[in-house]
């Protein structure tokens, strides 16, 4: 038998709305702020609340936090909404803000979405938040140095809320199975491995991760009074099928080192196929840039220097716009890898020159090379015999630049891929130089 979607627990709130904390003892995640002795943990418990922004993706406690502040302050709270209030809303909530501080009252004001408001909006925020008739707090998913107005931001703390965690995540489902207004009383069976699915899906958001919670377990089978979750259950819920991932096992490297082997491979289709693997299972998509950032030197390098930037721009843009959107711009720079031509000339070379850096660190920098700054240094004949290369007709001069044990060291051995043919052949022109000019 099923349980039905339909049945009176329906009626009531959402599981994530019943769930909602009303004290930081309660409240998970964002320790970098909000553990005992932070900054805004101080704030909270002493009743010293600044105007400020919360900034953070969707479902990490924006709200929640302004409401911990409403249930601890001693001042009006009045929530406000930037979707549906405008100038004249705006204007008349100030005033009664105004007439509240002549009478030695405080008034904080919470303004969800604020970076929905226009210009015009936030500039009427303006004076009397200047003047102190309101403390502002507002949140917002979008940068504010974008969005909100530079005047308002300036007298405005910004405090960035991050992501969840896995183990936020896992902390909140348990919560929620254990807690009376969760599913307390009743019997739920659903094994770890599914709940660490569902941490995985909701990729930091709580409000997402407890709404998943609350639709498998409607949609859980009822045996002896008890409600059982499967994995089959749970697929359907997500729409999605389950991916053998684990961000912090032995998968993630398998998948990861899979990715890195087909594109150095340059097998396109494969290399698309493990980047989807591990987008879909909830990979980190700055995890996943960052990665591809280190491919295009390590493995293109000067075969096609472009690599670099367009690996940059992709992590730029995952930053910028995050999952699910930005899956199409790594499969921009995934594809242009695969493709690329390979060298990992550059690579090699470090991997040469740090075995002599490590082996021969007490050699001395040769006296031409080294900065003159003192009479003491001159006298000493530093910078003696040096050659500015601009001086030259060919930009170029025989002067030695490695100490005198190394002088015969050839670390970057180019190859004949892509742009790097052209660097061999310059690589070969200036050798050629120097020999005559000895």
């Known amino acids: ?119 015009a909006q936030q500039d009427a925020f303006l004076p009397f938040v200047e003047k102190g008739s309101i403390i502002l707090i507002g949140a917002t998913t979008e940068n504010p140095s974008f969005e909100i107005n530079a005047a308002l931001l300036s007298r405005c703390k910004v405090f960035v809320l991050h992501a969840l965690t896995e183990d936020d995540l896992h902390e909140l489902l348990y919560h929620a199975l254990k807690h009376p207004q969760g599913f307390g009383n009743q019997v739920i069976d659903i094994k770890e491995d599914l709940l660490h699915m569902i941490a995985v899906f909701a990729n930091g958001d709580a409000r997402i991760a407890l709404n998943t919670l609350e639709m498998v377990i409607l949609n859980g089978t009822i045996s002896d009074d008890k409600i059982i979750v499967t994995k089959e259950i749970l697929e359907q819920c997500i729409s999605k099928k389950s991916l053998l991932y684990d961000k912090k096992g032995e998968e993630h490297y398998n998948i990861i080192s899979a990715l890195h082997k087909s594109m150095r491979n340059s097998d396109v289709n494969a290399s698309i196929y ?114 500015y290369a601009h001086d030259t007709e060919e930009k170029l001069t025989s002067m030695q630049c490695l100490p005198d044990r190394l002088k015969y060291a050839n670390y970057y051995h180019p190859t004949c891929m892509g742009s790097e043919a052209k660097v061999k052949e310059r690589m070969r022109q200036i050798e050629q130089w120097k020999n005559k000019h000895q």
């Open 274 to 387: 493990w980047l989807a693997r591990m987008l879909e299972a909830g990979e980190d998509p700055l995890y996943v840039a960052r990665r591809l950032i280190r491919f295009a030197s390590e493995d293109i390098g000067m075969a096609d220097s472009r690599a670099i930037e367009i690996t940059t721009a992709v992590y730029q843009a995952c930053h910028f716009i995050g999952m699910p959107e930005c899956s199409v711009h790594l499969a921009h720079a995934v594809t242009y890898l695969s493709l690329a031509p390979k060298s990992n000339a550059l690579y090699l070379a470090y991997e040469s020159a740090k075995q002599d850096a490590q082996n021969q660190m007490a050699e001395p920098v040769p006296l031409h090379l080294r900065n003159a700054v003192t009479k003491l240094m001159k006298d000493l004949d530093y910078g003696k015999g040096y050659t």
């Open 1 to 119: 038998m099923q349980a039905s979607l339909f049945d009176d627990r329906e009626l009531q709130e959402p599981l994530a709305a019943r769930l909602r904390p009303n004290s930081l003892e309660d409240y998970v995640g964002q320790k970098h702020i909000l553990s005992e002795g932070k900054i805004l943990w101080r704030l909270i418990q002493s009743d010293h609340i600044p105007s400020m922004i919360f900034w953070g993706p969707p479902g990490v406690g924006k709200t929640t936090l302004a409401r911990i502040i409403a249930h601890k302050t001693l001042a009006t709270f009045i929530d406000f909404s930037a979707v549906t209030s405008g100038i004249k809303e705006i204007k008349d909530v100030m005033n009664k803000a105004e007439n509240a501080r002549r009478m030695g009252e405080k008034t904080i004001l919470f303004v969800d979405e604020i970076h929905r408001f226009n210009k």
